[in-house]
């Protein structure tokens, strides 16, 4: 149960503090007096008040010079004044100074109420999403990005000058290498921070009803359209929407979506008046664009437009420096998650993460490491607790086996690359319990692509 809120009443006229603290108190407020603005502040000053009720006119200090008085010290503080009918211009005139509202005389018990009470509410609303904002930023920082090698500190300084402008920018990289996470960075350190962040995943999405979502409808637009809806590029007006697998697009939205990001407009599905939005556009892909181009699955124009800023992130093979803090990093996470209490890694442990090749990037490493929390014992997390074998780390230290006496360069190739692979998706299946959508997720390729592979190499 929460605490009551605690409110200060100022007032010269003692009947008049008597009357508001039986009243105030009949409901559950807490209530504290002062009888002047002085008293007030030094009140204020050693305690801490959810509202402050005063009459305007007071010897001394009167009610405007309290109010500037408390804005200064605490301008989150709620503020109510108190005043003859005769004089709401003054009123009025500590509203423009940060009071929340006035109450007149003589006042009614449940008008002081109600208007206390919506004062209350309100400040418990701004306070929830001052603290639901910092949660963001504190989430969502790029500070928060983890890296420490030359790769990582070249990819936050172009976060830090790309996010200052409206430029549109391509994130490219890898499964796995973090481009959601960049693209938040990009926002959350822009001047668009407090409007909206809309990520929409374009290879998720079924081909019809794509530009429904992207663009919204009309009324009546399509069978089952019984209301208008806003689309996402509505939903990011002032902010920021993120184009994630944008190389999966359909090339016929794709000319719709050059069209919105050029004329910065769109048209609902249905409608035929356009919308003015105001967003920047942040697209991401795992493949390359430019060869998609040539291949007549992109097209030139949208390539062009999308990549103004070009922003690629390494994969976490090209940054093994980062692997240590990364690992830890992950580990206390996970360990807060279960309540599994302190842990660390072993050296032998920070060696074997070392020498994985990680063709899931750091999505991957989070679920090796979540693993390895939930199965290790104690507060060490050892080299026997990682789901694969410190003795055979996969490609880029693989054991292979080849006849010394193959001579075929190309067949011995062929058999490297498969051996390779076999073991790189054998242990992927063994460290998500053989559940061939994440697997097929962390190693980056389909899940009908895995299948193949899995009859293929018979590890069924």
Not at 361 to 378: D, P, W
Request: aromatic residues 6%; charged residues 30%.
């Amino acid at each position: 149960m929460s605490a009551p809120a605690r409110i200060l009443i100022v007032d010269d006229e003692e009947h008049i503090r008597k009357i508001l603290t039986i009243m105030l108190s009949k409901k559950g407020y807490e209530t504290q007096t002062a009888q002047g603005g002085k008293e007030a502040l030094e009140k204020i000053r050693a305690s801490a008040f959810d509202a402050v009720i005063t009459d305007m006119r007071m010897s001394g200090m009167d009610g405007l010079e309290l109010l500037a008085a408390i804005k200064d010290y605490d301008p989150e503080l709620i503020v109510l004044v108190v005043t003859a009918f005769s004089s709401v211009d003054n009123a009025i005139e500590a509203m423009r100074k940060g009071a929340y509202d006035y109450i007149s005389k003589p006042f009614k018990e449940d008008e002081i109420l109600l208007v206390l009470e919506k004062a209350l509410e309100r400040s418990r609303i701004l306070a929830e999403n001052r603290r639901l904002k910092s949660q963001i930023r504190e989430k969502y920082d790029f500070s928060n990005f983890i890296g420490q090698s030359p790769a990582m500190r070249r990819v936050f300084d172009l976060i830090a000058k790309v996010a200052e402008t409206k430029s549109t920018v391509l994130i490219s990289g890898e499964s796995g290498t973090g481009k959601e996470l960049a693209a938040r960075s990009i926002h959350q350190t822009s001047p668009r921070r407090d409007k909206p962040f809309v990520p929409i995943n374009c290879g998720a999405i079924p081909a019809n009803l794509l530009e429904s979502e992207l663009f919204g409808h009309a009324k009546g637009a399509f069978s089952g359209a019984d209301r208008p809806k806003k689309g996402l590029f509505e939903e990011a007006d002032g902010g920021t929407l993120l184009l994630d697998e944008v190389s999966e697009l359909p090339l016929d939205m794709q000319v719709k979506i050059l069209r919105a990001i050029q004329e910065e407009e769109i048209r609902r599905l249905g409608e035929s008046l356009t919308r003015k939005v105001d967003l920047r556009v942040v697209a991401a892909t795992n493949k390359d664009l430019l060869e998609e181009v040539k291949a007549g699955r992109f097209r030139e124009d949208l390539f062009y437009r999308l990549n103004v800023f070009q922003l690629w992130l390494p994969p976490l093979r090209e940054r093994i420096d980062d692997i240590p803090i990364l690992a830890q990093h992950f580990l206390a996470q996970v360990a807060a998650k279960h309540g599994l209490g302190d842990k660390k890694f072993s050296p032998e442990a920070v060696r074997a993460l070392t020498q994985q090749n990680w063709s899931g990037n750091v999505r991957a490493l989070r679920n090796v490491i979540e693993q390895a929390a939930i199965l290790s014992e104690g507060a060490t997390v050892t080299s026997n607790d990682l789901p694969f074998s410190p003795a055979q780390p996969t490609a880029g230290g693989i054991i292979i086996s080849i006849p010394e006496d193959r001579l075929d360069l190309k067949t011995a190739l062929k058999e490297v690359i498969e051996q390779t692979e076999r073991i790189i998706i054998e242990k992927t299946l063994r460290a998500h319990h053989n559940n061939r959508t994440r697997a097929a997720e962390a190693l980056g390729i389909s899940r009908r692509a895995l299948i193949n592979k899995i009859q293929a190499y018979g590890l069924e």
